[in-house]
């Protein structure tokens, strides 16, 4: 059961414009939700995170959405770089829980083009 | 990356020959976690440990698979009997105190069982 779900294997985008990778989950249990960038042949590195009881969180370029009713949440990248040429993995948890255990989502692969 | 190195980077091995892969993470950390991550295929939970409770296994796709956190620090994956489909990349995690919600990955070990 894929509780994590990111439907998007690749995603083609020009450089300066927008990203948009989105992730669904089946669990509404989950309360805290991360994303990550892995390059080739390095491990995942965190990117943003937001927590339930909000509906958005920036950083920099990078913005995360929250849809709790649609169990959704999507990671918004402007403007686009080269250098977001990456996998992004989204990931969820339910820290109530107190076990902080992290279900990751199949990966989208972004390729920004120059 | 990020304090956390793994060791071998790469393995071949031979089908039905068991591997070790080590995980040396920096100190102070709060939890450790072993993923992996197949062709194709997103991070897949293994196990975690947390202090001094008991390690969750729950990932753990078989008993050829074990795991075990010496003096709260290093990590050995063993996986005994090795099949073709237990080639992955194998990460490990740190979750360091303070920092909760945020994984911080090694490099990764790419196991490929011939």
């Known amino acids: 059961d894929q509780q994590v779900k990111q439907n998007s294997p690749s995603l083609s985008v020009q450089e300066g414009r927008i990203s948009i990778l989105n992730c669904d989950y089946t669990n509404s249990m989950f309360d805290y939700f991360l994303w990550y960038k892995k390059y080739p042949a390095e491990g995942p590195t965190f990117l943003i995170s937001i927590s339930s009881i909000k509906d958005k969180n920036e950083d920099g370029r990078f913005t995360v959405f929250l849809n709790k009713s649609a169990k959704h949440l999507s990671l918004h990248i402007v403007p686009s770089q080269p250098g977001d040429s990456a996998v992004y993995f989204c990931?969820?948890?339910?820290?109530?829980?107190?076990?902080?255990?992290?279900?990751f989502g199949t990966g989208t692969r972004l390729k920004v083009l120059a | 990356g990020a304090g956390v190195s793994q060791s071998p980077s790469n393995k071949v091995t031979e089908k039905g020959k068991d591997v070790e892969l080590r995980c040396d993470p920096i100190s102070g950390h709060t939890a450790l976690y072993w993923y992996r991550q197949s062709l194709g295929q997103g991070l897949e939970f293994l196990i975690y440990f947390q202090g001094n409770s008991a390690p969750d296994k729950s990932g753990l796709p078989s008993d050829r698979f074990s795991a075990e956190r010496t003096g709260g620090s290093v990590s050995t994956l063993t996986i005994q009997r090795t099949q073709q489909e237990d080639s992955a990349v194998y990460l490990c995690?740190?979750?360091?105190?303070?920092?909760?919600?945020?994984?911080?990955f090694g490099p990764g070990t790419r196991l490929t069982v011939l």
């Open positions: 995690a740190i979750e360091r105190g303070g920092l909760v919600g945020y994984l911080f």
């Open positions: 990931a969820a948890t339910r820290l109530a829980s107190g076990t902080y255990k992290y279900i």
